[in-house]
C-alpha cells in the first residue's frame, strides 16, 4: 500500500507531508520496539557503576562467557536486537583496538587473544539479530582525556567498531562529559567544556554515515537520530512529540531489568523487577510512541542472572500474548469522510492488519470520526493507534467511544492542552498524540462490537493506519495460552517403571523437583522409562542440574523408542549447546512415534564424569487419542 504514500493517477493523491519526516532508518529502528543493553565489563568485578579508570585489565575473566546463549535469550523472548558496551567510563575497551593499551589484550581471558564485541557481533548475524555498540564518550583511563589529543583516540575507536564488525543497527554516546579520572596517573578533574564542541559530534554523525548509512545513531548532543527518553526507569513523558524544530528525532526508555544497576552486583537476585513491571515500563515507553532498550548484564562468569532471565521470559510471553490476537482485525469501518471517495484511504484500511496503509480525509478536517464494527462482540482492555508516520506526526488528540447497552460510551477521554502524564500512570489514560503508536489501557476490560474513533485536535488532516483491540493477560494467563498451544503436552509420569543403569534413581528425573537427579557414574550411561500405555511421543525436555555444578552435564544425547521393549527405534541424538554458561531447560522435537518404552542415552558429559538429568519431561498423548 505504500503507493497511497506517493499518488497515483485515480481522483485522489496522498496528502502532502506535514512538518519533519523521520528518514528510512528510523521508521525501521521504531517498528524494532524493544531490543537488549548489555553492560559488561570491568564494572561487573569492582562492584561498581562507573569505574575510574584505574583499575586492571586482568580483572577481566568470564570463565563461562557465551554470546550466543545471550543472544539466544534475548531473541525467545521476542527481543529484536541488542547493544553492547563496548566502553564504558573506566576506558576498558573490551575488543583488541589499536587506540589504546588499555584494552582486552592485557586480560587473561583467552590469554588476551579475546574479542566481547567479536562475538557478540557474530552470535547475532548467525541469529538474525541486530547488533549495536555503547561508546562511551568519557574515557576516565586514557591521559589524553579533555585535550585535543583524545579525539584522535576516540575517532580510532569509532571507526574500528563501524569497520570491523559488519552492520550496527545503533551506536550509543552517552552524556556523561567529563569529571573526576585516572587519566594516565594524573587523578585530575577535567573539565570539556560543551560536549557537542569538544567531541566535534557534527563531524561524528558525517563519518558514521559514510561508515554505515544505516545505522541509527543515539545522543550525539542532538545531531543524532534518536535521543533519551528522560529517565532511567523506563517511561517517556506523554504526549511525546517527534517533531525537534525541523528535524524528526524519535525517543528511547531506557531502563536495567534489575533494580541493582546496570552491571551485574553480588547478590542482586533478589532485586529483579517482575514482570508486571516490565509491562508497565513497555506501556511507558513503546506505548507512548519511544522505542525501549532493556538492559540484562552478565555476571563474572559471563552468564545472564537466572532470575532476571526468568522475568525477561515471563514478559515476552506477556507481550506476545498480548500482541498475538487484534479483535478489531477486517472489522469493517465506516469513515465520516473518506479522501476523494478513494478506497486507498477508506476506513477499512484502519483494520485491514497493513500498518502501511492508512485512514485519510480530505484537506483540512482535522476532526473526522470513523466507526468500527466488530464481526462480533469482544472483550478488551488495550487500544493501539497508529499514525502513518512517513507523512509526519498530525495527531494532537483523540477519544475512543463504545457502544454498550445501546448506549455510547467514551472509554478514552480525549486529551486537553498542557495535559502530561509522566511515570507509570497507566490506566485510564487520556488520548493525545498517536505518531508511531499509542497503547492505551483501559481501567476495565469492555465487551462490545461497535466502537468509534474521533480525532478531536490535528495539525493536519488526519493519516491514522491502525486501529487495534487488544486484550492484557495476566503472567498466569500467558503462560497457560502458551502450554494451550502446544499439540502435545507433558505425559503423566504418575504410574511409569524405570529401568537401565542406576534405575533406582530414574524417579529423580522425573519428580517435578529441579535440586534431584538421576546421576550414574558413567559416560556414556541410559535409562529405559516403561509409560505402561501405548502413546503418540513427539519430544522430551532436558534440564541440566541446578546446583551450581557442571561435572556429569549430559552434553550428547540419543533416544530411541520401542513398543516391547526389545525392538527399538532411534528418533533423535544431538547435543544440548551452552550448558556452562546458561543450564536452562531445552527441548527437543521429533516425528509422532507410537511408543510404550522410551530409551535416553548420555552418550557424553561435561568434565567427562559421570551422566546426570535434573528433570524431564516426555511429550506426547495417548494413542488412543
Known sequence: ????????????????????????????????????????????????????????????????????????????????????????????????????????????????????????????????????????????NCAEYGREGYLKVYYKQIKELLTKYGPIFEIWFDGAMGGDGYYGGARQHRNIGTADTYYNYEKVVKNIRKLQPDCIIWGAAGRGDVTWGGSEKGFVKYPLWNAQGNKWLSLEGDTPINHRGWFWHPGQGGHVKSPEHLMDVYLASVGRGANLILNLAPNRNGRLDAADVASLEAFGKMRTRLLAKDYALKAKVKASQVRGNDDRFGGNMLTDGDIESYWCPENGNTTPSAEIVLPEPATFDVIRLREQIRLGQRVEAFKVEAKVDGQWQTIVEPGNPGEEETQFNLRGGKGHTIGNQVLRWLNEPVTTDRLRLTITRAKACPCISEFSLLRMPSVEEAQAVEEDDSADKALSSKDWTYGGIDAEKVHLAFDGKADTLWKSDRTPSHFVVNMKAENIVSGFSYLPRQDGKTVGMTSRYSVQVSMDGKRWKNVAEGEFGNLRANPVEQFVSFPPQKARYFRFSSTAALDGQGSSVAEMKIYGRPAAD
Not at 562492584?47 to 586492571?56: L, M, N, P, Q
Not at 576498558?92 to 557478540?120: Q, R, Y
Request: net charge positive; hydrophobic share 35%.
Open 1 to 140: 500500500m505504500l503507493g497511497c504514500l506517493v499518488g497515483s493517477l485515480s481522483a485522489a493523491t496522498a496528502p502532502e507531508p506535514y512538518g519533519p519526516l523521520p528518514t528510512k532508518q528510523q521508521v525501521n529502528w521504531l517498528r524494532m520496539e524493544w531490543y537488549a543493553f548489555v553492560h559488561f565489563g570491568l564494572n561487573t568485578y569492582t562492584d561498581r557503576e562507573w569505574g575510574y579508570g584505574d583499575e586492571s585489565p586482568s580483572l577481566f575473566k568470564p570463565a563461562n562467557f557465551n554470546a550466543e546463549a545471550i543472544v539466544k535469550t534475548f531473541k525467545s523472548a521476542g527481543m529484536n536486537g541488542m547493544i553492547y558496551t563496548a566502553k564504558h567510563h573506566d576506558g576498558f575497551c573490551t575488543w583488541p583496538t589499536k587506540s589504546t593499551g588499555h584494552n582486552i589484550t592485557k586480560s587473561p581471558w583467552k590469554k588476551g587473544k579475546g574479542d566481547v564485541v567479536k562475538e557478540f557481533a557474530r552470535a547475532c548475524k548467525k541469529h538474525d539479530f541486530a547488533f549495536g555498540t555503547y561508546l562511551s564518550p568519557w574515557d576516565r
